[in-house]
């Protein structure tokens, strides 16, 4: 009674005596019908994915397996390749002081000079998305000028700059109208005539790209903090450098990663402008080397070449990877 009397002043209902009835136990659910559901969602997933899997499969990962592979055999690519003569570390030693040492790191040397049209197109791209990121007539105009070589063919683009630099070409003739002397100017024929034709093409094909990116960039720079710093008396350029271009770190990273992988895979332009790999080998790209060996059936060295190259790719993006992780830890 005492305890009844102590709930009652606490506000607690007293306990009563009487049996609490027992709720019935809940049935088993049966999962069958969502387990059948979920395994015919499953199946029609896989179907839809399935072109995009063997395509994978067929022209990725079996390729990539035989490369690997034929690295340590003596394969021309027409015979099996386990029919082939094992060679073991030969084209690795080709290629690192042997026979084709030369001539593949000639290849890797050109293009790394190939390469010199990204940092030109990243200060280009940029300095031309600020004068056009202003609202001023004809802007929109400018805008799809500067992009237009960026969507043409490039094989249609460097036929068009072969006829120009070629000997005997638009430019050999402009120049013979000059009252220049000589039979050419050979262009197409010197190293640093290869170089800077490469150059120019790539820088006048790219440079669009990088300032339609940069011009993307610029929306999303805070015109808070800029008009605070012209409030403090910042000048332009003080702006330019210390809000728009760190503001367009990201865009900057991603143009510069992106724009060296494919750098270093580069082929096409080279090789159409000038017919083949050039004058000794001055077009000749790390792209060029592997497609020559395995014109000269020799998939071996050519697997070697491609994936020394591969590995350089990789250690290039981890440092910038690195180093843009250690830049954004520091801020």
């Known amino acids: 009674m005492e305890k009844i009397i102590e709930q009652e002043a606490v506000g607690t209902p007293p306990m009563s005596t009487e049996a609490q009835p027992i709720a019935p136990a809940k049935k088993p659910q049966n999962n069958t019908l969502s387990h059948a559901l979920q395994r015919q969602e499953n199946v029609i997933g896989w179907l839809y994915i399935s072109p995009m899997v063997i395509g994978i499969l067929v022209f990725t990962a079996i390729p990539l397996i035989m490369s690997i592979m034929a690295m340590f055999y003596n394969w021309n690519g027409l015979d099996s390749l386990f029919e082939s003569e094992a060679v073991g570390f030969k ?19 050109n293009t790394l000079i ?21 609202d001023m007539h004809g ?54 005539g290869v170089a800077f034709t490469v150059n120019l093409l790539l820088v006048w094909k790219g440079v669009g790209y990088s300032t339609l990116m940069f011009i993307a960039g610029l929306q999303s720079v805070s015109t808070d903090q800029i008009e605070a710093a012209k409030i403090d008396g910042a000048n332009s350029w003080t702006i330019l450098m210390k809000i728009t271009l760190p503001a367009l770190y990201p865009t900057i990273f991603y143009l510069f ?62 440092i910038q990877m690195y180093v843009d992780k250690r830049k954004r830890e520091a801020e």
């Open 257 to 318: 990663v992106t724009g060296l992988m494919g750098a270093l895979q580069m082929f096409n332009e080279p090789f159409i402008l000038l017919g083949g790999y050039g004058t000794g080998d001055n077009g000749m790209t790390v792209v060029s080397f592997v497609y020559f060996y395995k014109g000269e059936k020799n998939l071996g060295l050519a697997s070697v070449g491609a994936w020394v190259l591969a590995f350089f790719i990789f250690i290039i993006t981890a």
């Open 139 to 192: 802007v929109q105009a400018f805008r799809v000028i500067y992009y237009l070589p960026g969507v043409m063919s490039i094989v249609a683009v460097s036929i068009v700059w072969q006829n120009l630099f070629t000997y005997g070409g638009t430019l050999d003739q402009l120049y013979y109208s000059m009252g220049g002397t000589g039979d050419s100017l050979h262009l197409l024929d010197s190293d640093f």
């Open 91 to 109: 084209w690795f030693e080709s290629i690192f002081g042997g026979l084709d040492s030369e001539r593949y790191w000639h290849a890797m040397t």
């Open 114 to 134: 190939f390469a010199i049209q990204l940092p030109i197109c990243l200060v280009l791209g940029f300095f031309l998305a600020v004068a056009m990121n202003r």
